[in-house]
């Protein structure tokens, strides 16, 4: 047996030996061997952290009870609903919408300049008083029922313009120099849609701009027309109703009175039929007849009493 120096010193000589870095083996050509590779240890997340397990974890790992069926088959309904709402994404995003056909619709063609029974109106306006919030009128075009253009004026304004508003008017400056008064046009336009039917797009803003009354069974007005309103009967401007009905780009850049005027009865003129049908029942619908109210006289008061 050993004595208890020599198990120290054999000892101490053990830890000597641990401390000290190994020397790597030289292989046949004198050059050192590569260290071996050591595997790193497996890793699981357990919550925000990830915490280094032992080699032994897979053995643990397999020996564990397995996974509760209720919660088994939770896990697999939620991966099938996963996968079948990707599915419908990349169907939705690769599916083409099919655009309703257009049906073409043209006027009739003929040059006349005359008044007709049906009328296409629209009107521009500028930016008068502060800020240039409040609109007179500046132009005014009128079409007749084949489209040709009747009437078409420039008014200069009874106020002082402050905002020509050209990026949607139309208008400049040097369009209103030497042109008629408000007066003037006010009075031709009224003489020429009197007792005509008037089709436009926001009617109420052009009567409002000329200061004009008409009668509401001569009004055709596209932005008050249910089924080309969107919902809650808020109307869709002349634009999209043009591109998406008639298939018809317009305003690409500033707006033209003629161009408008002509699409809005172009809007009318697809829709007539049923436009003027709902006008004939609503006018000659029959009225509520109101029962005369019975007043009791003072021998049957004093009977109930």
Same mark, same amino acid.
């Given at each position: 047996?050993?004595?208890?120096?020599?198990?120290?010193?054999?000892?101490?000589?053990?830890?000597?030996?641990?401390?000290?870095?190994?020397?790597?083996?030289?292989?046949?050509?004198?050059?050192?061997?590569?260290?071996?590779?050591?595997?790193?240890?497996?890793?699981?997340? %357990?919550?925000?952290?990830? #915490? @280094? $397990? *032992?080699?032994?974890?897979?053995?643990?790992?397999?020996?564990?009870?397995?996974? /509760? !069926?209720?919660?088994?088959?939770?896990?697999?309904?939620?991966?099938?609903?996963?996968?079948?709402?990707?599915?419908?994404?990349?169907?939705?995003?690769?599916?083409?919408?099919?655009?309703?056909?257009?049906?073409?619709?043209?006027?009739?063609?003929?040059?006349?300049?005359?008044?007709?029974?049906?009328?296409?109106?629209?009107?521009?306006?500028?930016?008068?008083?502060?800020?240039?919030?409040?609109?007179?009128?500046?132009?005014?075009?009128?079409?007749?029922?084949?489209?040709?253009?009747?009437?078409?004026?420039?008014?200069?304004?009874?106020?002082?313009?402050?905002?020509?508003?050209?990026?949607?008017?139309?208008?400049?400056?040097?369009?209103?120099?030497?042109?008629?008064?408000?007066?003037?046009?006010?009075?031709?336009?009224?003489? %020429?849609?009197?007792?005509? #039917? @008037? $089709? *436009?797009?926001?009617?109420?803003?052009?009567?409002?701009?000329?200061?004009?009354? /008409? !009668?509401?069974?001569?009004?055709?007005?596209?932005?008050?027309?249910?089924?080309?309103?969107?919902?809650?009967?808020?109307?869709?401007?002349?634009?999209?109703?043009?591109?998406?009905?008639?298939?018809?780009?317009?305003?690409?850049?500033?707006?033209?009175?003629?161009?408008?005027?002509?699409?809005?009865?172009?809007?009318?003129?697809?829709?007539?039929?049923?436009?003027?049908?709902?006008?004939?029942?609503?006018?000659?619908?029959?009225?509520?007849?109101?029962?005369?109210?019975?007043?009791?006289?003072?021998?049957?008061?004093?009977?109930?009493?």
């Amino acid at each position: 047996e050993m004595s208890t120096p020599q198990k120290l010193n054999k000892k101490r000589k053990q830890q000597t030996e641990a401390e000290q870095p190994t020397k790597r083996r030289k292989g046949e050509d004198g050059k050192p061997t590569p260290e071996p590779k050591v595997e790193a240890l497996p890793q699981i997340k %357990l919550g925000k952290k990830q #915490i @280094v $397990v *032992g080699q032994n974890w897979n053995k643990l790992k397999s020996s564990l009870p397995p996974t /509760h !069926p209720g919660r088994q088959r939770r896990l697999e309904k939620e991966k099938a609903l996963q996968e079948e709402k990707e599915q419908a994404e990349k169907q939705m995003a690769t599916k083409t919408k099919k655009k309703p056909a257009i049906v073409p619709v043209s006027l009739p063609s003929s040059d006349s300049l005359e008044p007709t029974k049906v009328l296409a109106l629209d009107c521009e306006m500028v930016g008068v008083g502060i800020g240039g919030f409040d609109s007179a009128l500046a132009r005014v075009t009128i079409l007749n029922s084949y489209g040709n253009t009747i009437y078409d004026k420039f008014v200069l304004p009874v106020e002082r313009v402050v905002d020509y508003r050209t990026k949607y008017s139309g208008i400049r400056e040097e369009d209103l120099v030497g042109a008629p008064s408000f007066q003037t046009v006010q009075k031709e336009v009224a003489d %020429l849609i009197r007792g005509r #039917i @008037v $089709v *436009g797009h926001g009617l109420k803003n052009d009567f409002r701009a000329m200061m004009l009354h /008409h !009668p509401f069974t001569h009004i055709r007005d596209t932005a008050k027309y249910r089924p080309l309103q969107r919902k809650k009967g808020r109307p869709h401007s002349l634009k999209v109703l043009t591109q998406k009905v008639l298939g018809i780009d317009i305003q690409a850049g500033e707006h033209d009175s003629g161009e408008d005027a002509r699409a809005a009865l172009l809007l009318y003129k697809k829709f007539k039929p049923e436009w003027e049908k709902q006008i004939e029942q609503a006018r000659f619908k029959p009225k509520k007849k109101k029962l005369p109210k019975v007043t009791e006289t003072k021998e049957e008061e004093e009977e109930s009493d």
